[in-house]
């Protein structure tokens, strides 16, 4: 009829013949309209809901959006995509540091979960990553997280079939009995491998690892799919796609590299890895962080601050010559709780039997970090503007909340043995107002805490990855700001050489997010960073000598973040951006 | 709104929970369900739960974590959808009264195309519901052995024509609010109820097919792949079994021509099975089989050319704007009206019929 009218105008037929319809599907329904049953409204909705429940649409439609607590970038959803449809559950993901390989491969295993596709995940990461990807599984994508070790058998267990979580391993307990067995004793839906440069060996036990797991999909993470050899590249395609690239030797032949001429046959090469591969650069991908600002303030001790400290210092690497591991561990503690605060360290110190030092540490009531500290928060609230101070030590905050309440400064305190519900409050509290948030590392896992953008490290991780997961809980997508970071160390503390090498070897403020991974990932297998410092304060006979070792700790990583940055440029040249079209 | 509910899985098991009787308390990040006993045994569960998507606290507070794929979910789901969307309703009638005459007259007169013809409203135009039928079907695609599918599809027929609503008139006729059960204050125009399921059945069709073609399109490689794979294998047998036959003697020739003729028949039922597998298929599920009184006006109209008026009426569809469309008086098409010399028909079924002068004065 005319073209206003409220049916579609076409040249559709007469009415169909009913009699050639097949009503079985329909009889049900049918029957009871044609009875005159009427719509119950509230099961409507209800029907509505379960058809969301129970739809698998295509793959160009992410049934997972809805539940994700985040908003993915469009070249994330587009690399999930891509790797959905295309490669069919099987691929390299391989972008630049920092664009959310993590994220994308979450989406992967958050759809393939969402359509019954994925039951037994595993995903293999470094051990120093192992509760980042826990949290970012469970914080961003609601999916329940095993994380398994050495001991554990529960990855064999029937009953995890139905509803299991998913499993998560470091590579160093997954490559070795019994833990190796037990995943290699099961088909899994999907394997993610964190860093997947490492398994590229077939003979390492990293790659015979990967190359003895069962998986119907795969996918491994990487920023640096070619390290050294060409050949880098044709082992981790041959775990997605066996045969994709050929023989080695065909591979060898076809794609041989010159010096002074690059690799052969490149332009095929790229082609082909469309297939298996998604990559992405950051110049191509619209994603802006603010500044970071970082500024370092080093406190002069008080006299008796700067004598407890030596004698706790003297007393570690003391006890630490004849201690057990699990002392040592102890002994570590000891020694960054002397960086944080004398006082704090009383406790402690008088479970370890050293009631000399006990005593002298209560003896110190205010430090002058506390004060620095105090002034410092003073300032910076001071235009209504609030700050989180992070410490690493319970002890420590009870401390900063004395401090602050004498000051008549406003604040909450967050830590991880608060009930769910005060961590809530703390939260909500800060989020209305408060002025500070005193908190431990736990503070804002998932959380939404970009509305601040001032933070204060009172004392320092020795560990490098954790004073970039403390910025990270500022310096994060939505963030407008800069971010400003003060580090408030007291002058002659293993902190303040650790943060004076920390910035003059590698610039740790000033690198990319992501970066660090890559650095730290580079010096060895296993490397931890925080041991070797403490390895080097006990073998230092005096702070010279430590500081030597220091140095020489700092050239190590310079020497990687030199590797990690030639090897970037590596990928750009060999691989570059590797999209649809790319 | 609960905020344990905004996870789209735990809203439904909460929902499907209070509406089988169950009472919800929320808790921000979970909820606290007091079951009735029908539920507490058909699943195992006791009289109170709780359950949240936080994986968190799932772990920390022993909640029952309803992650997609989780049993509950999905038999509640299963067990919703077996029930279906099924029965009359109606959207209320506005209160204000129907459009005179006048002003049908000139609507009609501009938006509905005569060939030939002018309309004229001969009568008050009469409040009715028009019946609309909406069905929804699960559709379980079958891409590959190992890709299926399950999409959802709805369409909207007048049950009065057969003709498929457009999506504006589906959006408005959503927005309304359903009313259970058939409208009483005024008629409900006459609904062909099985030959509206045919043809919305037959509107799915065409959309269905189209879908199965575009995800076998996906799979088309992966199908390749496997043909050749299976090609080559079986390529490779038959030249080994050739290369042996060349110096084999007569009796074993005889027996080598044998396996190469059963190696040939199994790549052809090889590669006719994966060809199959890699054909898709899909089955349908309905779970939504409503018919919906729509308030609408019947408009008695003549269509007149010169002295010659056929009559006719018209139905006028407030929600969407616009008159519902009408079969072809003569043979039940859908095309523009012509009014002719003998009789009202349309531009299909006079196409053929003696030509139509067209004079000034006329339509």
Known sequence: MGTQACVEVRDEPAWPDVGQLDLAPYRGLFERLERGEAVEPAFSPLVEAAVGIWARPGFDTFVSLSRLRFEPFAHQLQAAERVLRRMRGRAILADEVGLGKTIEAGLVASELRHRGLADRVLILVPAGLVEQWREEMERKFGLAVLIVRGSDSAVGDPALIGQPPIVLASLASARRDPLRRALTGVTWDLVIADEAHRLKAPRSASGRLARALRARHLLLLTATPVENRLDDLFQLVSLISPGLLGTPSEFRNHHRERPGEGVAGLDELRVRLRDVMVRHRRSQVDLLLPRRLAQTIRVEPGREESELYAA?????????????????????????????????????????????????????????????????????????????????????????EQSLAEAGIDHLTYHGSLSRAGKELAIRGFEEGCAVLLSTEAAGEGRNLQFCHQMINFDLPWNPMQIEQRLGRLHRIGQHHDVSLVNLVTKGTVEDRILAVLEAKINLFELVIGELDMILGRVEDEFDFERAVFDAHVASAHDGELQARLESLGDVLAQARSGYRESRDRQDALVGEIGEGG | ???????????????????????????????????????????????????????????????????????????????????????????????????????????????????????????????????????????????????????????????????????????????GILLPGRARDHRTLDAHVPSALASAHGLLGPRLASRCQALGRQSVRARQEELERAAAYYQATLSSIASRRASANVERQVMLDAQAEITKMERDRRLGEIEESFRPTYVLRPYRLQLLGVPAVVVPVDVRRGPRRFPASLTWVPSAGAFAAQRCPTCASVQVLVAAKERLGCRGCLAGASPVLSSAGEG
Do not use: N
Request: glycine share 10%; net charge negative.
């Open chain 1, 312 to 400: 706790v210092s003297a007393r570690v690497r003391a006890e630490a010559q004849s201690a057990s591991p699990a002392g040592a561990l102890a002994l570590r503690s000891v020694q960054r709780l002397a960086g944080s605060s004398p006082p704090a360290l009383a406790p402690t110190l008088a479970k370890l039997g050293w009631t000399d030092l006990a005593g002298r540490a209560l003896g110190i009531t205010r430090t002058e970090k506390c004060r620095a500290l105090v002034d410092l928060v003073r300032s910076q609230t001071a235009g209504g503007g609030q700050v989180i101070v992070f410490s690493g030590f319970r002890q420590t905050l009870g401390l900063l």
């Open chain 2, 1 to 175: 709104m609960r905020a344990a509910a905004v996870d789209p899985g735990v809203a439904f098991w909460v929902a499907f929970a209070e509406h089988e009787g169950g009472l919800c308390e929320d808790g921000g990040d979970h909820s606290l369900v007091l079951l009735p006993e029908s539920l507490q045994g058909q699943y195992s569960l006791t009289e109170a739960v709780v359950v949240t998507a936080d994986p968190g606290v799932a772990r920390e507070d022993g909640a029952i974590l309803l992650a997609p794929g989780h049993p509950l979910l999905e038999r509640a789901a299963e067990l919703v959808l077996g029930r279906g969307d099924v029965g009359w309703a109606h959207l209320r009638w506005p209160g204000r009264p129907a459009p005179s005459a006048d002003i049908m007259e000139a609507r009609a007169r501009e938006m509905v195309e005569v060939d030939h013809g002018r309309v004229d409203v001969v009568g008050q135009p009469i409040a009715v519901y028009l019946p609309v039928l909406s069905l929804g079907v699960l559709v379980a695609y079958s891409v590959s052995l190992d890709e299926r599918l399950l999409e959802r599809e709805e369409v909207m027929v007048d049950a009065t024509t057969g003709l498929r609503l457009p999506d504006r008139t589906v959006g408005a006729l959503r927005a």
